[in-house]
């Protein structure tokens, strides 16, 4: 294990996932589609990940399924959480899209309980409860103006598509969880990406456009950080445990903030900084709390299993 560099490759995907977002922002904010996004965030990051997968000598093995039906469901999941985040950012400011986006993890555990048959205890349930109640500080601005009746104006809107998006990112994490089992890493992420390519497709009906070069560029660029962050997000579980690099996702909040005030012109507002800040701190309770009970299940197993 090598913790230092599992924590460089770690920062170094969440850094670039945020500049991907920017882009895509950039780009959706002149028009393109956002399904038109996806495609180009997903088909791109294929080469990569294929010459990847080519220099660790896992090309054969690491395209292999053993459950066509699983890959495909993770892929419908994957695909509709990306397109929300990607229609939310032409609609919100980037680090309100990144703070609400950490809805994920903790619907994430409600889910385990609800499918998987996980036990959801009062440590875990109460990081829960503390992390929607920053959620709710961050949707403040949003639930006045659901009061007032302007549900159509494009925060609110944006504000539901994220917290929708998260859902499915949620329902995505599930999946993975059952694929682990018996996917290898590499299909995983190289069949999420045809999948999601495939799928983005079907938007091709409702109105894509002819990306002009700034657009172009600005697509190509986001699919191909998109497949390098992905494959450096791979990396870093390699090299260090994922109790100790997992934290380093809320870093993105750092980043978005920087990115959205020097490039959009977007300053944070103090709901958001402390309804993030709630969020953030009930993620963190409850990914420690996830690594402790998974050493406990590993070590269960392990007695089980018959010695010698």
Same mark, same amino acid.
């Given at each position: 294990m090598h913790p230092l560099k599992g924590i460089f490759l770690k920062l170094a995907s969440v850094a670039l996932f945020v500049v991907m977002a920017a882009m895509v922002k950039a780009a959706v904010a002149h028009d393109v589609p956002p399904g038109e996004a996806v495609f180009f965030r997903s088909?791109?990051?294929? /080469?990569?990940?294929?010459?990847?997968? $080519?220099?660790?000598?896992?090309?054969? %093995?690491?395209?292999?399924?053993?459950? /066509?039906?699983?890959?495909?469901?993770?892929g419908l999941f994957g695909t509709a959480a990306m397109g929300m985040f990607? +229609? +939310?950012?032409?609609?919100?400011?980037?680090?309100?899209? %990144?703070?609400?986006?950490?809805?994920?993890?903790?619907?994430?555990?409600?889910?385990?309980?609800?499918?998987?048959?996980? $036990?959801?205890?009062?440590?875990?349930?109460?990081?829960?409860?503390?992390?929607?109640?920053?959620?709710?500080?961050?949707?403040?601005?949003?639930?006045?103006a659901f009061d007032a009746g302007a549900l159509g104006t494009g925060a609110t809107l944006g504000a539901g598509l994220v917290l929708l998006g998260a859902t499915f990112r949620a329902l995505a994490q599930i999946a993975i969880r059952h694929m682990?089992?018996?996917?290898?890493?590499? +299909?995983?992420?190289?069949?999420?990406?045809? %999948?999601?390519?495939?799928?983005?497709?079907? %938007?091709?009906?409702?109105?894509?456009?002819?990306?002009?070069?700034?657009e172009l560029w600005l697509l190509v660029g986001a699919g191909l950080l998109g497949g390098v962050a992905q494959i450096f997000l791979t990396s870093a579980y390699r090299f260090a445990h994922a109790s100790v690099v997992a934290p380093f996702d809320y870093a993105s909040m750092l980043v978005s903030i920087a990115i959205?005030?020097?490039?959009?012109?977007?300053?944070?507002?103090? /709901?958001?900084?402390?309804?993030?800040?709630?969020?953030?701190?009930?993620?963190?309770?409850?990914?420690w709390r996830e690594n402790r009970l998974g050493m406990a299940r590993d070590r269960a197993r392990a007695a089980r299993t018959p010695q010698g």
């Open positions: 088909a791109l990051a294929i /080469p990569v990940i294929l010459v990847w997968l $080519r220099v660790r000598g896992e090309f054969s %093995t690491g395209l292999r399924m053993a459950s /066509p039906g699983a890959h495909l469901l993770r990607f +229609a +939310a950012l032409g609609l919100l400011p980037l680090p309100e899209v %990144t703070a609400l986006g950490y809805t994920a993890p903790l619907l994430t555990v409600i889910f385990a309980a609800l499918f998987l048959g996980e $036990r959801l205890r009062l440590f875990r349930l109460g990081a829960v409860v503390v992390g929607f109640a920053g959620v709710l500080i961050m949707l403040s601005p949003r639930i006045g682990v089992a018996t996917e290898g890493t590499g +299909a995983i992420v190289f069949w999420f990406s045809v %999948t999601s390519a495939v799928l983005s497709l079907l %938007t091709l009906p409702f109105g894509w456009v002819v990306p002009t070069g700034n959205g005030y020097a490039v959009f012109d977007e300053a944070p507002t103090w /709901p958001m900084l402390g309804g993030a800040a709630l969020v953030i701190a009930a993620g963190i309770v409850i990914m």
